[in-house]
């Protein structure tokens, strides 16, 4: 109750455009409810069901912080998306559905594959852009791959062994077999927090207008 309060006094305080709720929650709390108590135009991370209702329909508001900066890096580095085929390993509201919604906006024929898609590895083979956004360390092999790929790596872990940093893509599996493929970390991290001050300014600008 106390955190609903804080959110909801969060959204009439217009001194305040833009609202983060950090996630995961204690078990005990609903996240999906606790976001609904946010005024969606000032959920920047686009994780209200009005936002994510709003990314289904194509209507105007801030999609999922992560999911957008896929189509950033694609945008930036001139991967063509329109009629590519197109593969996004992962179901979850954050980045899974969110990410294969913004490639559909964009002309792109999306798979979207999860925990119980059989031969993944064979659908994620015939795109031309791999998302992957499963969650699983190193978990997206030589299996996955094909020359002229361009594979972003949407995951992000701890390896004990190595004492390093890395995504859900077997880095070394993946190069010189495919096009190009993004960094952990350095990667699709660095940019979500680039989108969500975009999408924080966008929303003073909105709310100053």
Known sequence: DALTGTL??????????????????????????LLD???PRKDVDG??????????TGAA????????????LLDYYEI???GKRAVVLGRSLVVG???????LHRGATVTLCHSKTENAAGLAREADILVAAAGRRE????????????????????????????GDVALAEADGVVRAVTPVPGGVGALTTAVL?????KAAARRIK
């Open 8 to 33: 909801r006094a969060l959204s009439a305080d217009d001194t305040v455009h833009g609202v983060l709720l950090l996630r995961p929650l204690p078990k005990a709390l609903r996240a999906q409810h």
């Open 61 to 72: 508001g801030f999609a999922p912080c992560t999911a957008q900066a896929v189509l950033e």
């Open 37 to 39: 108590a946010l005024d």
């Open 80 to 82: 063509p998306i329109e």
């Open 97 to 103: 559905r969110p990410a294969a919604m913004l490639l």
């Open 139 to 166: 978990s997206v092999g030589a299996a996955y791959f094909r020359a002229g790929q361009t594979v972003i790596d949407v995951g992000i872990h701890y390896n004990e062994e190595t004492q390093k940093l890395c």
């Open 47 to 56: 994780m209200t069901t009005a936002s994510l209702g709003a990314l289904l």
């Open 197 to 201: 001050a975009a999408h924080t300014a």
